[in-house]
């Protein structure tokens, strides 16, 4: 399974999900969707904006959690 650390990311740079959507203009639904882990598929250039964003690799911005699977 994989999991989406945009959550914690945001949470250590103290930004909101509104903070995101103005930096990178992505929708404030796909954001919500990422921040909840309830998101099914994501492109590249969403993870591209969200990683220049908040200066992350997208290692950081999502991980693989083996025992889920």
Same mark, same amino acid.
């Given at each position: 399974?994989?999991?989406?650390?945009?959550?914690?990311?945001?949470?250590? $740079? !103290?930004? $909101?999900?509104?903070?995101?959507? $103005?930096?990178?203009?992505?929708? !404030?639904?796909?954001?919500?969707?990422?921040?909840?882990?309830?998101?099914?598929?994501?492109?590249?250039?969403?993870?591209? !904006?969200?990683?220049?964003?908040?200066?992350?690799?997208?290692?950081?911005?999502?991980?693989? !959690?083996?025992?889920?699977?």
């Amino acid at each position: 399974m994989i999991k989406c650390n945009l959550a914690v990311l945001l949470a250590d $740079r !103290k930004l $909101r999900v509104a903070d995101a959507a $103005r930096g990178t203009g992505l929708s !404030k639904t796909t954001l919500h969707k990422l921040y909840n882990e309830e998101s099914t598929r994501i492109d590249f250039e969403t993870m591209g !904006k969200l990683c220049i964003f908040l200066d992350c690799t997208v290692c950081e911005l999502f991980e693989l !959690k083996k025992n889920n699977l």
